[in-house]
């Protein structure tokens, strides 16, 4: 069947997604023991790991054995950075994308030409099932770079059959424009972005009702079920979320059907789950909430065997009143480890405490706080200033001021608030300081 | 000549300049002439005292960033057109004034670069230079 037959009708591929759970599982092992050689014979990593565990890739006669390899976490990525864990030659890698990591170095992950295709493969599965049909015409409110979410939906839409419209991130006013002029159907964009879009045209007097768009497609960012009905309900559109790393792939590991609307249907074609206690790394039986632990089934260019998403989640196979006999995994929204997001950016306070570390007439307390009163998350980085770093020129601290925020933003990627504040006025505590409060209510 | 202003920074909340203003009553300190302002978030809060360097210590103890500096002060006739005969003998000279502010009685301060030149560019006017002894 062509994509073209497979767009046509309601389920992407019926024949996997609609499968029994034993043809699903027949079909993960089969895939997860030519994974496990792959990156066995290819990457010294893995080789090394398994060797030491006593493992060889002939062992894995079933999901147990499998579940005894060593989890791998971002710290692979990033001791390896940045071609490491790469199991081709790079003259086989047509992209990278890469994220940003804990220590100011990003992790980079490579796509065969292989990765790409099968990355296509499940946006389109994604978004089809979340009501997107050939045709639609698809604005991107993400950004492009090195972000995958941006190229990730784009080639997903254009794969399915969409026009796309690259808009990518900012310029709201000019986002309200295009929906309007180019008779915009999807809007891809942060949950957060879509709000500020939808109340700055409503500031500006736009007609939502009367609006051609009728879907949204979230990602980049965690989605509170209380911002999608407001945001459905004041665009009159509907609205779904689909979850995805970097690490793994980029968007399009799982998503949202349009009927079972708080659960996200796992691309179990591409991806087998798991769940574990984050503390013990042992497996936790189904439907117990820890963390997901995924391995992806294809993978060429950067296998990864059993990768710790530090997401925390619990998934069921209880087939799906949409038809779908995949798994499915309950939103996201919170994370094992201290992770903030800002508007679809990955952000860790450890990278501040770095770059604060770094600048001169900075004390080395400093305090997080996160809101979302403008509409948008706002990270506002509150900052001690030391005696000799003070004048009496305005002039001279703003330059101080903006000068940090720069530092910040290019180490983050997303632009931060720095606030100078008196010396002492930040709470010291003994032991572990609290440097964050989030008071984002969505 | 001249005379020392402290600037003080302070973070735009309520409180901070009364935590100020309470530390300097208690140390017997007079203050002459101030001037307060913000961008927004912070805030720098200038200050002419008769005991500045009294001042300074006690503030920079009690946890305050505080910066001296040397300003132009003037004693202006109350009557029109003395402003504009000081700053205008300023501009002749090529003076640029950052900022000023008035004090007690009629005496007023500049912010300029350099101001030893200014004294001496205004010795040609009518003007009488204050130095910090005029102000205890």
Known sequence: MNIQQRAAQPIFNPKFECASRDEIRCFQLQELRKQVAWAYEKVDYYRQNLDAAGIEPGDIKGFEDFSKLPLTDKTALRDNYPYGLFAVPLDQIIRIHASSGTTGKPIVVGYTRQDVEEWRYCIMAMIQQAGVVPGDRAQMAFGYGMFTGGFGLHYGLEGLGCMMIPASAGNTERHLMMIED???????????????????????????????????????????????????????????????????????????????????????????????????????????????????????????????????????????????????????????????????????PSQIEDVLADVEGASAHYRLLVDDETGLDRLTVMLELLPFAFTDSFAEMESFRVQVADKLKGVLQVSVEVKLVEPGSIERTMGKTQHLEDKRKR | MSVSQLSVFAENQPGRLSRLTALLEREA?????????????????????????????????????????????????????????VVSAMADAEISVEYGYSL????VVFKVLDVAFAEQQLLKQDIRIINQSDLV
């Open chain 1, 182 to 348: 180019y008779g915009t159907t999807v809007l891809v964009a942060t949950p957060s972005y879509a709000m500020h879009i939808c109340e700055v045209g409503e500031e500006l007097g736009f007609d939502w009702q009367k609006s051609t768009l009728r879907v949204g497609l979230f990602g980049g960012e965690p989605c509170p079920p209380k911002l999608k009905s407001e945001i459905e309900k004041r665009m009159y559109i509907t609205c779904t979320d689909n979850y995805g790393l970097t690490e793994v792939m980029g968007p399009g590991v799982s998503g949202e059907c349009l009927t079972s609307r708080d659960q996200q249907h796992i691309m179990e074609d591409h991806f087998y789950w798991e769940v574990i206690d984050p503390e013990s790394g042992a497996v936790l039986p189904e439907g117990a909430e820890g963390e997901l632990v995924l391995t992806p089934l294809q993978k060429q260019g950067v296998p990864l065997l059993r990768y710790r998403t530090h997401d925390l989640t619990s998934v069921t196979t209880v087939p799906c009143g949409c038809g779908r006999t995949t798994a499915r995994m309950n939103k996201v929204r919170h994370r094992s480890d201290d992770m903030l997001i800002i508007r679809g950016t990955n952000v860790y």
């Open chain 2, 29 to 85: 300190i007079s203050i002459r002439g101030f001037a307060v302002a913000d961008t927004g978030d912070f805030g720098i809060v200038r200050l002419i005292v008769d005991e500045p360097k009294k001042a300074q210590s006690c503030l920079q103890a009690a946890g305050f960033l505080v910066q001296a500096n040397d300003l132009l002060c003037l004693e202006l006739p109350d009557a029109p057109g003395f402003l504009n005969l």
């Open chain 2, 104 to 107: 007690v009685s009629t005496y």
